[in-house]
């Protein structure tokens, strides 16, 4: 099963979660939806002041924007995280 199997049942099934913190799924599966086909998506750099907004809708529970939210700055955010 991969990651992404799971990302897509965790979608479709009610109630079902993993052991991980909800900001570190919510940033995965924005990039796993959005930057699936995106090049060097964990080796390009984020914009370090969108970094801040999307910090700030983490800590919010704000929904990321496809139009407004850089994919490759939720990478970067993610990997700082991790």
Not at 35 to 63: C, H, M, V
């Amino acid at each position: 099963m991969t990651f992404e199997d799971i990302i897509l049942q965790m979608d479709n099934h009610v109630g079902f979660t993993l052991p991980i913190p909800k900001e570190l799924y919510k940033m995965a599966n924005y990039v796993l939806k959005e930057g699936k086909l995106k090049a060097d998506i964990f080796l390009t750099s984020g914009n370090l002041s969108l970094s801040r907004n999307i910090r700030e809708k983490i800590d919010t529970n704000q929904p990321f924007d496809s139009a407004s939210d850089d994919v490759y700055t939720v990478a970067f955010v993610l990997m700082e995280f991790l």
